[in-house]
């Protein structure tokens, strides 16, 4: 029951592919030293093993137990981002993400990871914060993270910033054709929002009850 030799012994068996044998001995160790948050500890190797099985949930599982001892273990947060967005578990992705960005707040992967989710949870302030923060780190795509900014811009009203990420990213990939189609949106709301205002401004009013013609 020596645990540095269980170590050792785990990780000749997961090189050697003996995944059933390296499982029973990272077992022994879990029950040796349940809380060893190490990269070389039973959690980090039964997760390995999982993974090699092709076992999502139990990789998943075990780097949960690895998350949940380690708050800046990288790597396990960063698989964990994969498997949660593999799965849809968008509010599990957007926690992770969180978590890794407070380890490193200048890696884009962990950004991306959180608009992803703050998109498909509807989450519009979060989606525009992960893609404000994306474009200070000059990103490799920065007219399509424009371009996804714009659109978030535009679903809260927000024509006028909307309009200029719209442009931005034509600015960046002039023939963008997404980019045009929602430039002319975003413009043809904007000259409906001011048709509307003048009608409003040039609609009859009335005081004390007495209608007054409009001139």
Do not use: C
Not at 20 to 26: E, G, L, M, S
Not at 73 to 81: K, M, Y
Not at 87 to 105: I, Q
């Amino acid at each position: 029951n020596n645990y540095a030799a269980l170590g050792r012994l785990a990780r000749q068996q997961l090189n050697e592919s003996k995944l059933d044998d390296a499982r029973a001995t990272i077992e022994r160790m879990l029950k040796l030293y349940p809380e060893d948050e190490s990269s070389d500890g039973p959690l980090a190797m039964l997760a390995e093993v999982e993974r090699e099985r092709k076992d999502a949930a139990g990789e998943r599982a075990a780097l949960e137990k690895l998350a949940a001892l380690a708050d800046d273990d990288v790597e396990a947060l960063a698989r964990l981002v994969e498997l949660s967005t593999a799965a849809e578990d968008w509010k599990a992705t957007s926690e992770y993400a969180r978590r890794w960005l407070a380890v490193n707040p200048l890696a884009p992967a962990p950004h991306r990871a959180t608009a992803s989710a703050a998109e498909a949870l509807a989450d519009d302030d979060l989606a525009m914060s992960s893609y404000r923060a994306l474009l200070l780190l000059a990103p490799f795509d920065p007219a399509e993270i424009h371009l996804k900014l714009a659109t978030a811009l535009e679903k809260r009203g927000e024509f006028a910033a909307a309009k200029r990420h719209a442009l931005l990213a034509l600015d960046e990939t002039p023939r963008f054709r997404a980019a045009y189609a929602r430039l002319l949106a975003i413009v043809e709301k904007m000259e409906q929002n001011a048709e509307n205002e003048v009608g409003r401004s040039s609609a009859p009013s009335y005081g004390n009850g007495t209608p007054t013609e409009p001139k």
